[in-house]
């Protein structure tokens, strides 16, 4: 079992940064891939971020693109994301996962999951 504990959220302003990061325990990481999804009032979960085992392999969604960066410290058992540029869009409960298989866009494909961190941006 991977317990994953979200935390960095917060309420900021449009264009602003925050930086989510997303502690693991109970197994290391580093054989997992690891995802950022994000969920907002009715609507479903969708994919933010990817990243391989090495930290190699890593996608993102279109519209974080170049402002969103995933990134792992398998020594620590933690992966971030940062994000920049927040705009009013960006605001979402966000969640990290952990997969068995490689990094993966879609939210069957990931085994553990943490209980979220909310971000809210303001206009």
């Known amino acids: 079992q991977v317990q994953l504990v979200e935390s960095g959220g917060g309420l900021v302003q449009t264009g602003d940064s925050l930086r989510l990061s997303c502690a693991a325990s109970?197994?290391?990481?580093?054989?997992?891939?690891m995802g950022w999804f994000r969920q907002s009032p009715g609507k479903e979960r969708e994919f933010v971020a990817a990243?391989?085992?090495?930290?190699?392999?890593?996608y993102y969604e279109d519209s974080v693109k170049g402002r969103f960066t995933i990134s792992r410290d398998n020594a620590k058992n933690t992966v971030y994301l940062q994000m920049n540029s927040l705009k009013p869009e960006d605001t979402a409960v966000y969640y990290c996962?952990?997969?068995?298989?490689?990094?993966?866009?879609?939210?069957?494909?990931?085994?553990?999951w943490g209980q979220g961190t909310q971000v809210t941006v303001s206009s």
């Open positions: 996962a952990a997969g068995v298989r490689g990094p993966a866009k879609t939210v069957s494909q990931y085994m553990y």
């Open positions: 109970g197994r290391t990481i580093n054989n997992y891939a």
């Open positions: 990243i391989s085992w090495s930290g190699i392999i890593i």
